[in-house]
């Protein structure tokens, strides 16, 4: 154990080397090391790549160069520039061997054990594996050397890297030319000195996870201050003047929030329409027919309809749901069946479904998006598709609210002022016709609709994975009334893509103390708002993690 810690406590970011070759068993045995390291649920996500090519070492160091220019101006002190300027920080072309080691992001489209809490996880294993092999060469008399100062989006098209394969940089891989005095280079120069000691504090309070106030360790003063507070100065350091971004800058806050972090990341996207019929259509509240909710089904198996078109154009995932069409479609169609039964019964003389039906609608739900979740995705919108369930999603919003039905009831398909007379007085008659319990559940039993409970409960489960939760019009947004009345902390996780045609949902946001995104007129569902306001999302992180901030840039900020 003397050798280990000798060669943990000497060993070096290699970045001068002799011209000595490195025998293929050296790298062989080195890999293997790399192998043996923990892989988090046996995935074996860590590649390696090999590199002897002259051709492709210059071209990376052209990119380092490129990027090099850019870290040397981080700092505003001349006299640490040019030190900087002077050293030595790659071999890139004199190492007689390069190595890239990558995690493969491909594994998390399957389960694994280990990967669900985080997907980071798969790159801990690599970085894993990259310790293993510097220790191996170490203790074989060579020695690595990592080079992280790259554009990582031309480093993997240099070396034809897939998108799925992600790079933990580049690795010079010789024999030592020096020891540095058996101390870090930069300390070695006196750039930074490396503390004796490492920091170690006992944590003895447990935090309430509930709260997004919770504390976070600051390294720079090694203090405590929330995380909120670290987004929000992230935020206001930027070359903008305070606020100027708006609505950017309260989505991109409430990211960093929801997923933990000041440099978040929404991965994999994905927006569930779920589909379902409603008894109520047969007294004509609708300006389709009830086969319109089948028909439009397969026009989104078929790739035809808006939300497709808006998925494909911003790379987001999507699934259909039979939650309860009146059909019964083939059982090789693409679609998730988590049918409860061919549509609702009627609610203005009875009960809509049992209360094992409600039940069994939340079950799915949530099942439907633990799949989601695991297979990597934090960001998840929902959309939904059933003639007559307007309807529906106002007699819920006013059952559930207080708000007299009068103000919950809009156009739906687009009926006329009459028929919209005429839906507002079949509604009235079935709230009054309603006799059972006061309880919450007791109310989507008699009222609900199968798919609008599927998506409450679907949504109650992305909380619990802290998914990021878009929510399109009028009816997502009555489903995610549902969903916080049972769980109001579900509020800090919602995105509201915009505001819907429906005279109803800005009564219902505003119950809900929330702010859409968009203001389009958009009346169609289907999970429309929730693709288009995709790219916003987008914004927001990206100004977060890559805008430079006034102390990068060497811009002066506001006195």
């Given amino acids: 154990m003397a050798t280990l810690y000798d060669i943990l406590r000497s060993r070096r970011d290699t970045r001068h080397f002799t011209t000595d070759p490195v025998p293929d068993e050296v790298i062989e045995k080195a890999l293997q090391a790399g192998h043996y390291a923990p892989s988090v649920g046996l995935t074996d996500a860590t590649k390696y790549f090999v590199i002897h090519s002259k051709e492709i070492k210059t071209a990376v160091k052209e990119l380092f160069v490129e990027y090099d220019k850019k870290a040397a101006d981080q700092t505003d002190n001349q006299d640490q520039k040019e030190q900087y300027k002077n050293l030595k920080l790659e ?9 890239v080691i990558c995690y493969d992001r491909s594994v998390l489209n399957h389960f694994t054990i280990g990967t669900v809490g985080s997907n980071e996880a798969i790159k801990f294993s690599a970085v894993c594996a990259a310790q293993n092999i510097w220790l191996s060469l170490t203790e074989q008399g060579y020695s690595m050397g990592w080079v992280s100062i790259l554009n ?79 987004l929000q100065d992230k935020i206001d350091s930027k070359t903008k003047p305070t606020g100027a971004l708006g609505i950017l800058e309260v989505l991109a806050k409430q990211i960093g929030l929801v997923f933990q972090s000041v440099s978040p990341e929404i991965k994999q996207p994905n927006i569930v329409v779920f589909a379902a019929d409603h008894g109520i259509a047969n007294h004509g509240v609708s300006a389709y027919p009830q086969d319109v909710t089948r028909q439009m089904v397969a026009n989104f198996l078929e790739g035809g309809a808006a939300i497709n078109v808006f998925c494909k154009q911003n790379n987001i995932r999507l699934a259909v749901v039979d939650a309860g069409v009146n059909y019964d479609f083939p059982t090789n169609a693409n679609l998730i069946n988590a049918k409860i039964d061919k549509g609702t019964q009627s609610f203005l003389h009875g009960p809509a479904m049992t209360v094992s039906q409600l039940e ?46 009068e103000e919950c009831v809009g156009k739906g398909t687009g009926v006329d002022e009459e028929k919209l007379k005429f839906k507002i007085d079949i509604l009235k008659k079935a709230i009054v016709s309603y006799q059972d319990a006061d309880d919450l559940d007791n109310k989507l039993a008699y009222f609900g609709g199968f798919e609008i409970l599927q998506m409450a409960g679907g949504m109650l489960e992305a909380y619990k994975n802290n998914m990021l939760i878009v929510v399109d019009g009028f009816i997502c947004s009555v489903a995610f009334l549902i969903a916080f009345e049972k769980q109001p902390g579900i509020l800090k996780n919602a995105v509201f893509s915009h505001l819907s045609a429906e005279q109803a949902h800005i009564k219902l946001l505003n119950y809900l103390n929330a702010k859409a995104i968009l203001q389009l007129d958009l009346r169609l569902g289907e999970g429309t708002g929730c693709a288009v306001v995709f790219p916003i999302l987008l914004s927001a992180v990206a100004f977060l993690n890559e805008m430079a901030s006034f102390e990068s840039a060497g811009v002066s900020s506001k006195e």
């Fill in 152 to 230: 990582y989006y031309k480093f993997k098209k240099l070396l034809g890297f897939p998108e799925h394969l992600e790079p933990l940089g580049y690795f010079c891989i010789g024999k030592p030319a020096t020891d540095y005095g058996n101390q870090p280079m930069l300390q070695q120069l006196h750039w930074k000195q490396k503390s004796d000691k490492p920091f170690v504090t006992e944590i003895k309070v447990a935090q309430n996870p509930e709260d997004e106030n919770h504390l976070v360790l600051n390294e720079e003063n090694k203090g405590f201050s929330t995380l909120e507070q670290q």
């Fill in 360 to 405: 069994l609608c939340f079950d799915k739900g949530s099942k439907i998006v633990t799949q989601i979740a695991t297979s990597g995705s934090n960001c998840i919108g929902f959309g939904e598709m059933g003639i007559g369930n307007t309807s529906t999603a106002s007699v819920l919003m006013s059952v559930i609210t207080g708000i007299p039905i």
């Fill in 91 to 99: 071999a890139i072309e004199e190492a007689p061997v390069g190595l």
